[in-house]
């Protein structure tokens, strides 16, 4: 047996499947085991393995042993002259196990080698190569020295950023998560320390290679990606305690003999004070939002006290006001989930800001404390209105995080047949936030479909003219070293790299796993029929629609102009309306307004099905704007527009309607 590979996995279905479809890819040629220990994951994936890959030699845990432990019980059976440790979160290039044992076969004397690890940018992952945590090193790192003089010899060894990465050093220790090795030197050097249960074992192992004289290389020969840290999400708070429990066991074990008694308890004492700030750091990821939030908040309502006073010298009057106001303000507003899952909604911050400036002026009308600050509550009122969805705006532009309705500019690459499907699916699962811009395929244009945008040779070019966010590799027909080409100057550009495996199930990214696939049963419960939802709606058309005719209606022609919009007879009831499409048929924000009076009326909505089609197929009174219209509008299937339909009357809300309204608006 030439070669033993073993990965540990813990809950990462998708990940590992990915992983072991590019090992096969990469071992065809080579004689093989591979060995999956699993620490009880609940995930599904012991299901996965015994129908897709049956060949997997497994291991099944009934608890979850930890990394050494696993590793070891499969290092117990591994026959191969040379043993692989992978991690399930990572993706091998068809060349990698070659050129690996190529590197070991070159000089006896390695017992341990790594690659160049690449994070999936394309940028490099710094642990692939690194020294021991002496104090000093540590000392460099906690301090920020590293980071500020990185190819310094002196403060550039924590992960040895001072040697060049495309040359191969022999180095004091490399990853966990990609570790070769010599059969020969593993049976010397004893299998990994079982008291590290997750974290250090790979720097312990390295250590105890360098005393048995034993090389640890690293090799640029070849690479991978590892999407860092997949396993240990599932118990974030546990992993971060590991992994500063197992620097302590480091410290003890190889720095507490007598001679460096003063180095253990400096470097236990660094690594104490990395802790805490790492929980700091941890519970403050998200400061920055409510920064902004209350930040401008507090200097819209002291800009309103100026104009409403001319002075700033009564600001002692909202010593106890000031806080109240804030507060409820930042409390609704973190209640609609602007701190979460909908952390650039513009629709929920509008009407967030609003409830909030409700609440408060409230107060002015039962406490005579605050009854003098009604004029200051409108006008910092104004303002919010402004400020709290505004920058939300220019971050969602900016940004390639999920938003209610999706704004993740999105191109699919494969062969036509899969790359179709994934589209069909991004477009229709809004859940995801993908907006797919088209399709690139990977070889001479098969057959007609407006979809197809260009061809894989063209594929920078296209991403920096439609402004593209993720681009999204479907097709089983690439050979991953491709991808790989792509990654530095995709990155460069700051768009990310997914891929979907072969069973068209789910999407792979950075620190995502994103199913596709539709849920399983049908669900009757339509939002959009309940009696109260259609009251409400209707309250909504009336007030909204008024609110439009009179101050946006009158701009309409402008816009017809400025757009070069043509028109377009449609027929409602007994008479003709006009109304204004782009030359290629499709809708904007500004088509419809001339029906507003028919939304007043009742005989129209602001937010309904397409105009086109007719109420009495679906009982949806018709819309000036659609979901449909902000989802693609003319390049969807019959298919993908009942999907959309569908999941509009399951989903509907006012906050919904609102989103797609301002989606138009804004022309996302």
């Known amino acids: 047996m030439k070669l033993s590979i073993i990965i540990v996995n813990y809950n990462v279905k998708a990940f590992l499947q990915q992983a072991l479809e590019s090992i096969y890819k990469a071992t065809r040629n080579l004689e093989t085991e ?8 609940v995930d599904g994936s012991i299901e996965l393995l015994e129908a897709v890959f049956p060949q997997v030699k497994l291991i099944v845990n009934s608890e979850n042993l930890g990394f050494a432990k696993a590793n070891n019980l499969a290092l117990e059976r591994a026959a191969g002259d040379y043993v692989w440790l992978l991690n399930p979160d990572t993706l091998v290039q068809e060349d990698t196990p070659q050129k ?76 966990g998560s990609c570790m070769f090795l010599r059969k020969e030197a593993l049976n010397e050097v004893g299998f990994l320390d079982e008291s590290f249960f997750m974290y250090g074992e790979d720097l312990d192992w390295a250590f105890r290679f360098r005393e048995k004289q034993w090389k640890v290389y690293y090799t640029p020969e070849t690479s991978i990606v590892h999407y860092k840290g997949e396993s240990s999400k599932v118990a974030a708070w546990d992993s971060l305690t590991h992994f500063y429990s197992a620097m302590d066991i480091f410290a003890r074990k190889h720095f507490s003999s007598s001679s460096r008694f003063p180095l253990q308890w400096l470097l236990r004492g660094g690594i104490l004070v990395r802790f805490l700030v790492s929980i700091v750091t941890k519970l403050g990821k998200n400061i920055m939002r409510y920064f902004l939030d209350l930040g401008g908040l507090l200097l819209l309502t002291l800009l309103a006290i100026y104009l409403k006073f001319n002075t700033l010298q009564v600001l002692d009057q909202y010593v106890y006001v000031l806080p109240v106001y804030l507060g409820i303000w930042m409390a609704v507003i973190s209640s609609f989930g602007l701190y ?57 532009t900016r940004r390639t995080e999920n938003y209610e309705l999706g704004t993740q500019r999105t191109l699919i690459i494969g062969d036509l047949k899969s790359a179709s499907d994934i589209h069909s699916k991004l477009m229709t699962n809004l859940g995801l936030g993908y907006t797919p811009v088209g399709i690139v395929l990977i070889d001479d244009l098969e057959g007609k479909d407006e979809r197809v945008i260009g061809k894989l040779d063209d594929l920078l070019d296209l991403v920096q003219y439609h402004k593209i966010d993720d681009v999204i590799f479907t097709s ?5 070293k491709q991808i790989f080409e792509y990654l530095p100057a995709l990155s460069q550009q700051g768009v990310k790299i997914k891929l979907v495996p072969g069973n068209l199930s789910f999407i792979i990214g950075k620190s995502t796993v994103e199913n596709l696939q ?55 009831g007994k008479r003709d309306y006009m109304i204004y499409v782009t030359k290629n048929g499709r809708v904007t924000f500004w088509s419809n307004l001339s029906l507003l009076p028919l939304v007043i009326q009742g005989k129209l909505s602001l937010v309904g099905s397409p105009l086109e089609l007719k109420e009495s197929e679906h009982a949806v009174k018709r819309g000036l704007f659609s979901l449909e219209s902000v989802r693609g509008g003319t390049q969807l299937s019959e298919e993908e527009r009942y999907s959309l339909l569908n999941y509009y009357l399951h989903n509907h809300s006012g906050l919904l309607d609102l989103e797609i309204i301002i989606k138009s608006m804004l022309g996302k």
């Open 34 to 41: 591979i060995f999956v220990v699993d620490n009880h994951s």
């Open 100 to 175: 690996l044992i190529q590197v070991m076969e070159s000089d006896a004397k390695i017992g341990m080698l790594g690659c160049k690890i690449l994070n999936d940018d394309g940028s490099l992952q710094l642990a692939c190569r690194r020294s021991f945590p002496t104090p000093w090193v540590a000392f460099t790192k906690l301090l920020g020295l590293a980071s500020l003089f990185p190819k310094s010899k002196l403060f550039g060894r924590y992960n040895l950023t001072h040697l060049d990465e495309n040359e191969a050093w022999e180095v004091e220790a490399i990853s």
């Open 340 to 396: 979460r899952a909908y952390k650039y909604s513009v629709s929920r911050s509008v009407v967030a800001v609003t409830i909030g400036f409700l609440i408060n002026v409230t107060l002015t009308y039962f406490f005579k404390e605050y009854a003098f600050s009604r004029g200051v509550m409108l006008l910092s009122f104004l303002g919010a209105l402004v400020w709290v969805p505004g920058w939300r705006i220019f971050a969602s």
């Open 476 to 480: 089983d027909k690439f050979e991953l």
């Open 518 to 572: 539709p849920v399983q049963f049908v669900d009757m419960d339509f939002k959009y029929f309940h009696t109260g939802s259609r009251f409400f709606k209707r309250l909504f058309d009336i007030l909204i629609g008024l609110l439009f005719y009179l101050f946006i209606r009158p701009f309409q022609g402008i816009a017809i102009r400025m757009q070069k919009l043509t028109e377009k007879q449609m027929h409602f």
